[in-house]
């Protein structure tokens, strides 16, 4: 059932204590059912509880705001009330000190705001050329038939592309030579245990440091050339060596390296996976993929070349993406803290508890998206237009001041992707439909995971 009221102002005296979700065990609180399934056990906690309820991992408390008009409240608030830098402190050591989480508010929206020249659609219409490129390159090197473990591919491609877009040619030429190795190990430092303990020395962690300072290398070897040279290249690594913050100092080498960690983990990192599932459910559902090819041959028999304007007259490949986005969000939680109460309907989240939204419990809401269990790209079509029911409906890639800013980017990256590769390949998905792998922080399909591939006899619609 759902709450009765939204951000009805009550007093201090008529508020009440989040409901709390049953089951939970000394010491341990819900630990071990949320380590199980994290999904059906906030799905259980909506259930019992509502559009707000809470539960308990060891002595902490998280309190869910589940639902679109939950959402506006959480996503609304302040970051005096809510705040998200005193949880994210576990992306510190990847980006590095200085830039992002580890600096005040107002300094981190500047430094975000050097992101957005290379998101503006100008930029777009240039990657979309790199995008076919690297897709391209990509079938060739795969031969006529044979099979591919499906997240690693999704994975190598997707660096590849966001290494060129963000990073430059030259840094795209060192992906095959200690780059791409040391960004994996990166990756690898964003773990649950590096979310509540991001400087326990496990190996994953040491490991994690090590690649931060090979990439640092890289950089600023990369950034010394083009100073001795007086070299000038069209990248976002080009556009940080000559911006300049409000009081007129550059940005050191440093920062330059962590916010292009920063750009390229917000257009590669959820992208691979999302790519992933995006595959995975059209080759589960053969007659919505027939009709996104018979889209590609509209688009492209003319033209034929893959652009920004073709990509974005596929909207049969884009609602497909935004309903894996729905179904399998990359991140399951986003998580804030709470730093001083926060009222909702009748209750308090008190100070000190962890606020959290979950895409993948809110997603699956019946009186939000008919039949949600269910692959059904036709709801973000019209008449449906599901998400258009509330602004904050589908939060995939979060909302408010914290909504990812590379989602643009993933979109347009994973629809050119799969154009390149149906126009290319039959695939074929070689092991059981994978459930999701929750032991990962951005959750991808569990491995195995192969398809396997026959390259197909039709032209190709691209020449």
Not at 77 to 84: F, M, R, S, V
Not at 374 to 389: C, G, I, L, V
Not at 419 to 427: A, H, K, M, Y
Request: proline share 7%; aromatic share 10%; glycine share 8%.
């Amino acid at each position: 059932m759902a709450l009765q009221s939204h951000n009805t102002e009550v007093s201090a005296e008529a508020a009440r204590a989040v409901p709390e979700m049953s089951g939970g065990l000394p010491l341990l609180g819900h630990l071990r059912e949320f380590q199980r399934d994290p999904v059906a056990f906030l799905c259980r906690g909506w259930r019992e509880c509502g559009e707000l309820f809470q539960f308990g991992i060891g002595p902490r408390k998280f309190v869910v705001f589940a639902g679109p008009e939950a959402h506006h409240a959480y996503f609304k608030a302040p970051e005096e009330t809510l705040d998200a830098k005193s949880v994210y402190q576990f992306t510190v050591p990847i980006f590095g000190r200085g830039v992002a989480y580890d600096v005040s508010s107002d300094l981190m929206t500047e430094q975000l705001g050097f992101l957005f020249p290379a998101l503006r659609e100008s930029a777009m219409r240039r990657y979309v050329r790199i995008m076919f490129e690297e897709s391209e390159s990509f079938c060739d090197a795969l031969g006529q038939e044979g099979e591919i473990d499906l997240p690693h591919a999704m994975n190598e491609l997707t660096v590849n592309i966001a290494s060129r877009c963000f990073l430059g040619e030259e840094i795209r030429n060192e992906v095959d030579s200690g780059f791409a190795e040391a960004y994996h190990d990166l990756q690898n430092g964003i773990n649950t245990l590096g979310f509540f303990f991001p400087r326990l020395p496990t190996p994953a962690h040491l490991t994690r440091d090590r690649a931060r300072r090979q990439i640092t290398e890289i950089f600023s070897g990369i950034m010394r050339e083009r100073q001795r040279t007086g070299a000038q290249s069209e990248d976002f690594m080009q556009t940080l060596m000559e911006a300049r913050y409000k009081d007129g100092r550059p940005l050191s080498d440093n920062e330059v390296t962590g916010l292009l960690l920063t750009s390229l983990f917000a257009g590669q990192h959820t992208s691979a996976v999302l790519a992933s599932w995006t595959g995975l459910e059209l080759h589960r559902e053969i007659p919505y993929l027939d009709r996104v090819r018979d889209e590609m041959r509209e688009v492209y028999e003319e033209e034929g070349s893959l652009s920004y304007a073709g990509l974005k007259q596929q909207p049969l490949l884009e609602n497909a993406v935004r309903e894996c986005e729905r179904l399998h969000p990359p991140l399951i939680i986003l998580i804030r803290k709470a730093l001083r109460p926060l009222t909702y309907g009748n209750y308090t989240v008190p100070a000190g508890a962890l606020a959290v939204v979950s895409p993948a419990l809110s997603h699956l809401l019946p009186h939000v998206f008919a039949d949600p269990e269910k692959f059904n790209p036709d709801r973000f079509a019209p008449p449906a237009s599901e998400e258009k029911q509330h602004p904050l409906a589908l939060i995939g890639f979060g909302g408010g001041k914290h909504r990812c800013m590379g989602k643009n980017f993933a979109i347009l990256q994973i629809k050119a992707i799969w154009t390149v590769l149906l126009d290319r390949f039959e695939f074929k998905l070689d092991t059981p439909f994978p459930a999701p792998n929750y032991g990962s922080w951005v959750t991808g399909p569990r491995l195995p995971c192969r398809l396997r591939y026959r390259r197909r006899s039709q032209a190709s619609i691209f020449h």
